[in-house]
């Protein structure tokens, strides 16, 4: 679709269309994979006559079921009330006539009324705490300033926490659904004798809601002040290429992108390669041995790995510890005997 639909944000043709299909199936809810204006909702609701989500509402209620901390929870919540504020006209449509007329206000009104001083207060209350949580975010982070800093960021399910896993010994949260970490998570790494701060966020996905990004504005400093970065990639998932852009793109938004990055190829073991006889590579060294060639000067640092086999982890460990080193030798030029073997 080339042009958006400013009433329904698709045609009225493809409107009649999906309505067709609601109701042939019996679906009670319908899904849009794109933000749509309250005018759009209510007016598709209209005609389909069902439950209409868009992908901001979607990945708000995902984010809040997987919430565990005061911080992701407070964060998540403003997210959910700067959505639902220009959304609750719609919400009291059944009360907004009601005793209208010149110079009278239907009890619906008065309600929304209501409602948004009180969200409006709310939003202020959830801002003023988040605050609270980022001073002492900052505070934490100044104690922690004399160590290299290394930051895992990537397309969500990229394998973060699994690999967070196998650098430090953690037991961090590792599934394989959507946005399983919301909280920073933050452990010490110690490769030859020489200490390194680790640290996993939250997953990126395409078109993430503004609402998120500023909502987790102050979990993202920990990527902002970070001295390296790990981009974790799902070689295995179709449009990898596609997520690889999104998460630079995000990088771009947050001011970090000429930081120095490792890219992490991750799930290799799951990715299909055939050779010209069209025969399946299965061995992992075979695999990277060609992934290597493909990608050969794509990337000044790059390494491929199997997070959950432990494959290549090794090789990453090494790998991060020559990155960490020159780090270290930039903020203590004298300190080479003290951490280095």
């Excluded at 080339?2 to 809810?29: A, M, R, T, W």
């Excluded at 209501?114 to 209350?125: P, W």
């Excluded at 505070?139 to 160590?147: A, M, Y």
């Excluded at 701060?197 to 902002?224: C, N, Y």
């Amino acid at each position: 679709m080339q042009q958006k639909h400013s009433k329904f944000f698709v045609g009225p043709g493809k409107l009649e269309e999906i309505k067709k299909y609601v109701e042939n199936e019996n679906i009670d809810i319908v899904i849009f994979d794109d933000e749509l204006t309250p005018a759009q909702i209510r007016n598709i609701e209209t005609i389909i006559e069902c439950k209409i989500i868009d992908r901001t509402n979607l990945i708000l209620d995902i984010f809040a079921k997987r919430a565990q901390t005061a911080q992701a929870k407070t964060q998540v919540e403003l997210a959910q009330c700067e959505y639902l504020l220009p959304r609750l006209t719609r919400l009291w449509t059944h009360l907004s006539r009601q005793k209208g007329g010149i110079g009278m206000k239907g009890p619906g009104e008065k309600e929304i009324e209501t409602d948004r001083r009180i969200i409006r207060t709310k939003i202020k209350l959830l801002k003023d705490k988040l605050k609270l949580i980022d001073q002492q975010n900052v505070t934490r982070r100044k104690s922690r300033s004399e160590k290299i800093r290394i930051s895992l960021v990537g397309y969500t399910n990229a394998g973060k926490s699994t690999l967070m896993n196998r650098l430090s010994d953690a037991t961090v949260l590792a599934e394989n659904k959507l946005f399983a970490t919301l909280d920073t998570t933050i452990r010490k790494v110690v490769i030859n004798n020489m200490p390194f701060l680790l640290s996993d966020t939250v997953g990126f996905i395409r078109k993430l809601p503004h609402t998120l990004i500023e909502s987790f504005k102050s979990t993202l400093d920990e990527v902002r002040e970070a001295d390296i970065l790990i981009h974790v990639v799902d070689i295995s998932h179709s449009d990898y290429k596609n997520q690889l852009k999104v998460v630079n793109a995000t990088l771009k938004e947050l001011g970090v992108e000429e930081k120095r990055t490792l890219v992490v190829f991750n799930k290799i073991d799951q990715y299909i390669i055939q050779d010209e006889d069209m025969v399946e590579i299965k061995s992992l060294d075979d695999k990277e041995n060609y992934l290597q060639k493909a990608f050969l000067g794509e990337y000044p640092d790059m390494i491929f790995i199997s997070a959950s086999l432990n494959y290549n982890i090794q090789a990453l460990r090494a790998k991060l510890y020559e990155m960490a080193k020159e780090e270290y030798l930039k903020m203590y030029p004298y300190s080479e005997g003290e951490f280095f073997v």
